[in-house]
């Protein structure tokens, strides 16, 4: 059998019939930007995270989305040059590059080994007297959230800031409350991103800011659009990171079917948990009292290219988010100067399995020859 890391022809054959009547539709409408398209998809977001109106701008890709949210809160002056900000230090290097470039200071923190999220026992004693925001990101689909170091970190003057781009649809527990809220909504503004192989994918390059503060949403609106608040009349020195109207309404009709997309992913990692009994694999947790989303399946192995190969052998096609933390990259030689000893531990084990559009007998496949798998020295 063969079973393909992603296919992107499978997770997009449902909707091609509806994506290609509204991209002729629009084609022929010559209306491309700034479109019914995007207040329609910019509706769907907010209607799916309980936001109100007006609450989320569409843009051009997550990375662009983090750098409009980082430029804003300078304009704002809730931050300037050479404020630390927190990050997680195995995230994905879009993450940390808008604070480079914005002269603020990344603060890498370990992550914690079960759930490959920030460790907020060690954000916590990361922050000093310059410590004016932390960035966390929820990675893999599962949400980072720990509501009391949350709070106090909040009660310190700290900013929060949700990395969201792999956690659509996912939602963190929140004490004393029952209805779980949606990554994206915990913090005072988050970034999504709708590259190709995220849950919700454009095809191309899309993203979105959300926030429920106005004044966030407000600037980041003008900022993506050279800085205008009205057609010609620039209040600040702003971009150019619009959403396209063809992107922004296939987004709209995927956002239609989020729910049986989380849906779908949370079954392929249930059965996957259940399956693999090899006690050579660390599996990854399944959170009681959150929603996980899934983006990846990421389980953790020694001899990692020995495994990886075996797989390869019997058709199977893995991929490794991340194997170079963003701390060992070139361009950040010499930045960090804590050491990150689990960073680089996780980052020389992790592997991601087929899950965003294998079958059941694909993923059943899998463990099997996952579970048959021992290394050969
Ligand atoms: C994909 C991703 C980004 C960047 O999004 P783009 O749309 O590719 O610019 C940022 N952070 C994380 C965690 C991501 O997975």
């Not at 290609?20 to 209306?31: D, H, L, N, P, Q």
């Not at 759930?115 to 026992?121: K, L, Q, R």
């Not at 930045?335 to 992790?350: K, S, W």
């Amino acid at each position: 059998m063969r079973v393909d890391f992603l296919s992107m022809e499978r997770i997009n054959a449902p909707f091609m019939p509806q994506i290609e009547e509204t991209i002729t539709k629009i084609a022929k409408s010559g209306r491309y930007l700034l479109g019914p398209y995007t207040k329609l998809f910019e509706d769907s977001i907010c209607q799916a995270h309980q936001m109100p109106p007006g609450s989320v701008v569409a843009t051009s890709n997550g990375l662009d989305s983090l750098r409009l949210i980082f430029k804003a809160l300078i304009i704002l002056g809730k931050l300037s040059k050479g404020d630390e900000v927190i990050v997680p230090a195995n995230t994905y290097i879009a993450s940390i590059l808008p604070l480079s470039e914005m002269g603020l200071i990344p603060v890498p923190v370990e992550p914690d080994t079960t759930t490959f999220n920030i460790d907020w026992h060690k954000a916590l004693q990361a922050i000093t007297p310059r410590t004016k925001a932390m960035l966390i990101v929820h990675l893999y689909g599962t949400p980072c959230w720990d509501h009391l170091i949350a709070q106090s970190i909040i009660n310190k003057n700290i900013l929060i800031i949700e990395d969201n781009a792999q956690a659509i649809g996912a939602r963190a527990s929140h004490n004393g409350i029952n209805q779980l809220p949606h990554t994206g909504t915990l913090g005072h503004a988050a970034a999504f991103s709708f590259y190709p192989t995220k849950n919700i994918g454009a095809f191309g390059d899309a993203g979105l800011v959300m926030s429920h503060i106005p004044e966030i949403t407000s600037t980041v609106k003008a900022l993506a659009n050279y800085g205008s608040d009205t057609r010609y009349h620039n209040i600040f020195k702003g971009y150019n990171c619009r959403i396209d109207e063809i992107q922004a309404a296939i987004l709209h009709i995927k956002m239609q079917q989020l729910h049986s997309i989380t849906f779908q992913r949370t079954h392929a990692a249930n059965l996957y948990n259940n399956a693999i009994s090899n006690p050579l694999i660390i599996k990854p947790a399944i959170m009681p009292n959150m929603q996980q989303v899934w983006h990846q399946y990421v389980i953790r192995v020694q001899n990692r290219d020995q495994f990886r190969s075996y797989l390869a052998q019997h058709g199977i096609t893995t991929d490794i988010h991340y194997a170079c933390p963003p701390h060992l990259q070139p361009c950040y030689k010499g930045e960090f100067t804590t050491p990150l000893p689990i960073t680089e531990h996780i980052a020389n084990q992790v592997v991601s399995l087929p899950i965003a559009s294998a079958t059941d007998q694909e993923i059943l496949y899998t463990a099997s020859i996952i579970n048959q798998w021992s290394p050969t020295s």
